[in-house]
């Protein structure tokens, strides 16, 4: 009698998973590689990796808002390359995916660990890249005091820890009236600050935070998708669903996107109040691409 093979588990990683639609967004971090470059090939930076009085000799990166890690995966493999010759072939480095509790982390682990993955990287054989997860909130601080030496976020400071409130008329934020438009703002103002705290305490002295995030432009709009509003036309679909009962209004409303796309001037707010922390903005870049989007290199 032959025994059954123990279950292995099946983790989907085709032409359907998160990462495989998003080209556009590996192009954005494509496009902001040599910018983080310039950041970590100082020579400055090159004694802050080296400095004697390090507690350990592991470099840590962290990513806030990962999803399954394809979008990165060009920048992580470039990073690493970059510091280990930086500094030398035997550091260790350690690289920490976060993101919210209901993320698919077997999808996650096996996009930057299995060589058949969509997106293959060379870090996968190296002995000395140790991969980590978290799934703690963004909006709450992930790792101990002091231990990130780069950190980055792409396109992910959009999301909202808590929705202020359903949007009666649509979905997404150009569906909103004054009043909801305003708690949303407010939401992103409180989570935005809380995340850039966060991150101050986990950054060593001299760790720099990237973060790539999208803008509205000076009428207000979120993007301008092939010369047509993409958030019009999902909201259009699903308003004709309601009107035509094929689903309830209470479902209308469960759709609401927890959402909110700040204005340039909105995103840079912290940096000209006393925000408190020993985080301070060393630039900024605009961006045009089929989205608007800005460019922050911060440093403690």
């Avoid at 279950?7 to 495989?20: D, I, K, L």
Wanted: proline share 2%; net charge negative.
């Amino acid at each position: 009698m032959t025994s059954k093979p123990e279950p292995r588990g099946v983790v989907h990683n085709g032409s359907e998973t998160y990462s495989a639609g998003m080209e556009n967004s590996r192009k954005v971090v494509r496009t902001f590689i040599k910018q983080v470059l310039e950041c970590v090939g100082e020579e400055k930076y090159r004694e802050f990796l080296l400095e004697e009085d390090r507690i350990r000799s592991t470099v840590c990166i962290a990513e806030f808002g990962s999803a399954d890690g394809g979008v990165s995966l060009e920048l992580m493999d470039t990073l690493i390359d970059h510091i280990t010759k930086l500094v030398d072939d035997h550091t260790e480095v350690l690289l920490v995916y976060e993101d919210q509790l209901l993320n698919d982390y077997n999808v996650l682990f096996r996009t930057v660990h299995t060589e058949s993955s969509n997106f293959p990287s060379e870090f996968q054989s190296k002995e000395n890249v140790h991969v980590l997860a978290s799934a703690t909130s963004m909006y709450k601080k992930c790792l101990p005091t002091g231990f990130v030496d780069l950190a980055f976020s792409s396109m992910s400071n959009q999301w909202l820890s808590e929705m202020p409130c359903h949007i009666r008329a649509g979905i997404f934020q150009s569906d909103c009236d004054t009043e909801e438009l305003e708690a949303y703002r407010q939401q992103w103002k409180k989570d935005w600050k809380q995340f850039l705290m966060c991150r101050a305490q986990e950054l060593r002295l001299g760790g720099y935070l990237v973060v790539v995030s999208f803008v509205t432009d000076a009428e207000g709009r979120l993007n301008d998708h092939v010369g047509e509003n993409s958030f019009q036309f999902f909201t259009s679909i699903w308003k004709e669903f309601e009107q035509s009962s094929k689903i309830t209004q209470e479902e209308f409303l469960q759709t609401t996107s927890s959402t909110y796309t700040p204005s340039e001037t909105e995103l840079l707010e912290p940096f000209h109040d006393n925000m408190q922390t020993n985080l301070h903005l060393v630039n900024h870049t605009r961006k045009e691409w089929n989205y608007h989007l800005a460019y922050l290199v911060m440093q403690v």
